[in-house]
Nanobody
């Protein structure tokens, strides 16, 4: 599966942004999906995950209550709705796919390119 992330940009602290990740192929609904981020000088970290049907989600503590992951299997797309953004959320955000529902792990098989999110004060 090939992944294409989009929707990043510059937003003020306290604002909102929605990222999208479009997947190619007809097997999207068989994959669990995850969002990750990497800030300058830091390691890539897990943000959120959703299982193949959307019935289960999992979030990093740092984004719980502010970010929402969702998916539309008919559109082969996974979303990350980000609200109450903070400067610490500034990073390149990546989407990834795996056949297992990996919560908290970065060991995903397929990765998209990143999209930059910058939160200004």
């Amino acid at each position: 599966v090939q992944l294409q992330a989009s929707g990043g940009g510059l937003v003020q602290a306290g604002g909102s942004l929605r990222l999208s990740c479009a997947a190619s192929g007809r097997t999207f609904s068989s994959f669990s999906m995850g969002w990750f981020r990497q800030a300058p000088g830091k390691e890539r970290e897990f943000v959120a995950a959703i299982n193949w049907s959307g019935s289960s989600t999992y979030y990093a503590d740092s984004v719980k209550g502010r970010f929402t992951i969702s998916r539309d299997n008919a559109k082969n797309t996974v979303y990350l709705q980000m609200s109450s953004l903070q400067r610490e959320d500034t990073a390149v955000y990546y989407c990834a796919a795996d056949r297992q529902f990996l919560t908290g792990s970065i060991q995903y098989d397929y990765w998209g390119q990143g999209t930059q999110v910058t939160v200004s004060s």
